[in-house]
Structure formats: C-alpha cells, structure tokens
C-alpha cells in the first residue's frame, strides 16, 4: 500500500509531463472526469438529445445538484447552495439582500486584504441603492475591533488571496452576529482547500468560484449560499426567471421561488456546470482535515528549502501554518522575472502586484517531490540570477 494516501487523486488529474503545478489557487488542474463528463454532454446530450435534454439528462438540475456537492464540502445542508453565475455576481446578490435585510444599518465592513473585485462590487451596490450605504475598509487585524452596533454587513474573504492570511471565520462571525451584523464570507480560496463549517459557525451568506481548488475548469460556474433560515427572506435584486417560482409559466410579475432556487438568476451553463460536476468527484471519499493536514506539510516544506537558501524572498505568508491558506507567498523585488523564469523551466506559479510571487499546494494533486523540485528550480534561479533576461521582463496579460 502507498504511503502517499493522495496518490490516488493525483492520479485522477491530467498533469502534463515534466511540469510541476502550483497554480491551482488561481485555476486547479483538469481531473480527467471532466474531459469524459464533457465529451458525453456533448455527443450524447446535445448531440442526441438536443433540447430534450433539459428534462432527459437532468441539465436543469445541475445547479442544484452541484450546489449540494459544494456544500457537502463548505459545511453547508443540502439546499442551502446553488451553483450558479459568477463570484462577483453572486456576491453582488449576497450584499444586496444583506443590506435590505440590516436595514437601516447603513456600513459595509471589509479589509484591506479582500480581493479588489469584492470592493468594487460593494462600491457598486452602495452607490446603486442611492441610500447612503458606505463601505469601510480597516487593515485585516484590526476587522475585529471595528465592529459595532452601526455595521450592517461584514464582508470579507476567508483567505487572503495575495498572502494566504486566513481569518479566523468562527470568531468574526460570533462577534459580528452578537452585534446584530450580517456575515459574508468570500470562500474562493477556501473551498476544496480546507476544512469549512458555514452552518456551525453561524454564516448567512457565502460565496465562491468553481474553478480554483474545486477544479472545474477556467471561468467555471460560482456559488452561493444562504442560511436556510434566512432563504425566504431574501428579496433577490437580481430576479431572474429561473429564480422564479415557476420559470415556465413565463408569467409578467416576478415571484421568488422557494428557498435557494430564488438565488438563480438566468439559464445555467450546462458545459461547465457538468465539468465542475465531474471534477467534484476527486473529492468523494477525501477526508477534509486530512487534505487539510497534507497542505500544511507541503507548505511548511517549500517554506523551509526556500528561506534556507535564499535570504532574498522574505515570506509575505503568516509563519503559523494554521493562520494560512493552502498557498505560500514570497516578496521578492524582481518576483515578476523570476516567476517568469521558473514557469519557462516547468514550475508554474504566480505573481501579484507590486513585489508577491505565490505558490499553491493543491493537495489533491500535489506531493513533496514536487515540492522539491520547484524549491530547487527557484533557488538556481535566484541564485544564479536567471530571471534577469529580457524576455522575463517582458509583462504578460495575466499574470
């Protein structure tokens, strides 16, 4: 029997030759279920079944069925996901209802570290309510002494996408509730990651994408949740028909459908709702806290060979492997070439703006011989100084 208990899901993942993956915090790699789940979609539903299909091959239940895999890995009951649009748009419908709900609160707590896209959304809700909604921004230690009576909604992402801080959900949300404030949690960099108990903790909303470390491939389908007490209080500011009560009555008035389904909005996309489907099944039979376990050594590892022998990368990432993500940052001054070099030598990682090379350790797929290797690759790097050639320097599009 292999020591390795993640052997057998990184053998369900198609990990292209002399590569070593540690981007899955920004897209995860493709599990070869969703190819197949693909291909059958394709050939056999649409391509047999055409619009029959809806009803033949269960394509209008998708959102919330996958919506309930999800949850099954967030802490969430069945029906209190759904699978649906994108983070930001969920997030926009999240915030909305938080609001009308807080009334007449009127503060949008948020910290300086939450993802850019997560405050412009909130910009945009305030200024579109046009009733003196703001949003207040403090640096992500001090969130906890800037609550008070006056916060309508907290706001914030679990997982610090540029450094992997990860806030403590439980504690914020405890404070935050005994307050009398709303809590939305952003979980893009925690599903599939790490262990998350949305129901114990208490959590009204949350919201996350499909494709980092769920799999589900580029630009997979988000999802949100609600508190299932708190379902059919929701007035969705988005209402769209198929969070109508009944889609195909096509009646002229809006009514909200009952619970989670008032939270879709216009027709799912059936391809990559399937790939997320299909890349979900990575997960059956995987034990969180043991994923969880494994994430902390790999980082741990990387952190290790990376500051013993090269004092240029100061670790921008909490030391304390529990107050992280499953991702390791390193500021590096010239950390856009250098990442440039390692991608061009097989070790793909990113950066971010201004000085921030990051590393994700999707345990799912990687193991400590890939630790090794790009720790090794980095350091020749560095040392040798082979990030400085012009076509490092030169900046991609996405970075």
């Known amino acids: 029997m292999s020591a390795d208990p993640f052997q057998r899901t990184r053998a369900m993942f198609e990990l292209p030759g002399g590569v070593v993956y540690l981007d899955g915090n920004s897209l995860g790699a493709m599990p070869k279920s969703a190819r197949e789940r693909v291909r059958r979609e394709l050939n056999e539903s649409w391509g047999r079944e055409l619009i029959r299909a809806w009803n033949t091959a269960g394509w209008i239940d998708l959102p919330a069925k996958v919506g309930d895999r999800i949850g099954a890995l967030i802490g969430a009951p069945k029906g209190s996901v759904v699978a649906s649009d994108s983070t930001s748009i969920n997030l926009f419908k999240a915030l909305a209802a938080a609001l009308e709900l807080a009334a007449p609160r009127k503060v949008v707590l948020s910290d300086t570290g939450n993802f850019p896209t997560d405050l412009y959304v909130a910009e945009g809700v305030c200024r579109l309510l046009g009733q003196g909604h703001t949003l207040k921004l403090v640096d992500p230690e001090a969130v906890e002494g ?16 540029r450094s992997g801080r990860l806030h403590d959900m439980r504690l914020l949300t405890e404070k935050a509730k005994a307050l009398g404030a709303l809590v939305i949690w952003d979980l893009a960099h925690s599903a599939g990651a790490l262990p998350v108990d949305l129901a114990g903790c208490g959590a009204d909303f949350a919201v996350g994408c499909g494709y980092k470390y769920l799999n589900g491939g580029p630009g997979a389908p988000a999802f949100i949740y609600v508190r299932p007490d708190l379902q059919d209080c929701v007035a969705p500011a988005l209402s769209g028909w ?72 100061k670790l921008a990432s909490p030391r304390d492997p529990k107050a992280r993500g499953s991702q390791v940052s390193f500021r590096f001054a010239e950390g856009y070439a250098a990442m440039q070099a390692l991608i061009a030598r097989g070790v793909i990682g990113d950066f971010r703006a201004p000085d921030v090379m990051r590393f994700g350790f999707a345990p799912l797929y990687v ?24 076509e490092h320097h030169a900046r991609n599009k996405v970075t």
């Open 146 to 161: 800037a609550l008070d009576e006056g916060v309508a909604v907290i706001m914030l992402t679990e997982v610090d996408y």
């Open 242 to 313: 198929m969070g109508h009560a009944a889609p195909f009555a096509f009646e002229l008035g809006y009514r909200p459908a009952p619970s989670i389904d008032r939270l879709r909005a216009g027709t799912p996309p059936v391809l990559s709702l399937a790939a997320l489907d299909a890349a979900l099944d990575v997960f059956e039979g995987v034990n969180m806290l043991a994923l969880r376990d494994r994430s902390i050594a790999l980082c741990e590892d990387f952190i290790h060979r990376i500051e013993a022998e090269c004092p240029e990368l």
């Open 367 to 390: 193991g400590f011989a890939d630790v090794e290797l790009a720790a090794r690759t980095l350091i020749e790097i560095v040392r040798r100084r082979l990030w400085d050639r012009p």
